[in-house]
Protein backbone atom coordinates (compact mmCIF):
# COMPACT_ATOMS: atom_id res chain seq x y z
CA UNK A 1 0.00 0.00 0.00
CA UNK A 2 0.95 3.36 -0.87
CA UNK A 3 -0.01 5.89 1.61
CA UNK A 4 0.93 9.93 1.18
CA UNK A 5 -0.09 12.86 3.46
CA UNK A 6 -1.15 16.07 2.44
CA UNK A 7 -1.68 19.45 4.44
CA UNK A 8 -3.90 21.59 3.11
CA UNK A 9 -4.54 25.24 4.40
CA UNK A 10 -7.92 26.98 3.83
CA UNK A 11 -9.18 30.58 4.61
CA UNK A 12 -12.72 31.24 4.76
CA UNK A 13 -16.75 30.99 6.78
CA UNK A 14 -17.24 28.36 8.58
CA UNK A 15 -20.07 27.65 5.88
CA UNK A 16 -17.34 27.80 2.82
CA UNK A 17 -14.90 25.19 4.58
CA UNK A 18 -17.93 22.91 5.62
CA UNK A 19 -19.33 22.85 2.36
CA UNK A 20 -15.52 22.23 1.25
CA UNK A 21 -15.26 18.94 3.65
CA UNK A 22 -18.26 18.04 2.37
CA UNK A 23 -17.69 17.86 -0.73
CA UNK A 24 -14.10 16.44 -0.36
CA UNK A 25 -15.92 13.48 1.99
CA UNK A 26 -17.91 12.84 -1.40
CA UNK A 27 -15.16 12.47 -4.18
CA UNK A 28 -14.62 9.44 -5.79
CA UNK A 29 -11.26 8.85 -3.62
CA UNK A 30 -10.84 7.86 -0.50
CA UNK A 31 -9.22 10.44 1.61
CA UNK A 32 -9.34 9.85 5.27
CA UNK A 33 -8.51 13.24 7.72
CA UNK A 34 -5.24 12.66 9.98
CA UNK A 35 -5.89 15.90 12.48
CA UNK A 36 -7.05 19.37 11.68
CA UNK A 37 -6.35 22.85 13.61
CA UNK A 38 -9.06 25.63 13.42
CA UNK A 39 -7.93 29.45 14.17
CA UNK A 40 -10.34 32.57 14.53
CA UNK A 41 -8.51 35.40 14.86
CA UNK A 42 -9.54 37.13 12.14
CA UNK A 43 -13.70 36.46 12.81
CA UNK A 44 -15.39 35.65 11.20
CA UNK A 45 -12.38 34.01 8.72
CA UNK A 46 -11.39 30.75 9.67
CA UNK A 47 -8.00 29.64 9.10
CA UNK A 48 -8.03 25.44 9.17
CA UNK A 49 -5.17 23.48 8.67
CA UNK A 50 -6.36 20.31 7.29
CA UNK A 51 -4.59 17.30 7.44
CA UNK A 52 -5.64 14.71 5.10
CA UNK A 53 -3.85 11.07 3.79
CA UNK A 54 -4.91 8.48 0.85
CA UNK A 55 -4.19 4.64 0.34
CA UNK A 56 -3.86 3.14 -3.00
CA UNK A 57 -2.07 0.24 -4.43
CA UNK A 58 -0.66 2.66 -7.23
CA UNK A 59 0.85 5.66 -6.86
CA UNK A 60 -1.50 8.21 -6.96
CA UNK A 61 -1.11 12.68 -6.83
CA UNK A 62 -4.13 14.32 -5.12
CA UNK A 63 -4.50 17.72 -6.67
CA UNK A 64 -5.63 20.42 -4.54
Given at each position: FNDEL???PLV???FDLLRYLSALEA???RMFW???EI???DYPRITMKLTV???S???SWVVV
Open positions: HRIGSYQPIKDVATAYTLLER
